[in-house]
Nanobody, 124 residues
């Protein structure tokens, strides 16, 4: 499965962006689809995940109330809606797929296909 992330860009603090992850060479099938982010000099961290078939979601604490993850069956895409963006949200955002157990859903090691990343920059 190849993943294509898109939707990043430059936005002012308080603004919104919608990221999208599309699969090619396969489908999301019974995978979980997740978003991670990595800022310069920092480790890659979990943002949100959704199970393609069941729709169960998980959101990192810093994203609760601001970020929403959803899936679109017709378009075979997973979107990450980010509102009230802050400078600390500046990072390269990656989508990934895997079959994590519940306790592993926020772990980088649980995912084995990764997209190329899309840059999100929030200015003050």
């Amino acid at each position: 499965v190849q993943l294509q992330a898109s939707g990043g860009g430059l936005v002012q603090a308080g603004g919104s962006l919608r990221l999208s992850c599309a699969a090619s060479g396969g489908t999301f099938g019974d995978y979980a689809v997740a978003w991670f982010r990595q800022a310069p000099g920092k480790e890659r961290e979990f943002v949100a995940a959704i199970r393609w078939r069941g729709g169960t979601t998980s959101i990192a604490d810093f994203g609760k109330g601001r970020f929403t993850i959803s899936r679109d069956y017709a378009k075979s895409t997973v979107s990450l809606q980010m509102n009230s963006l802050q400078r600390e949200d500046t990072a390269n955002y990656y989508c990934a797929v895997g079959r994590p157990i519940i306790s592993e859903i926020q772990r980088v090691r649980a995912y084995y296909y990764w997209g190329q990343g899309t840059q999100v920059t929030v200015s003050s």
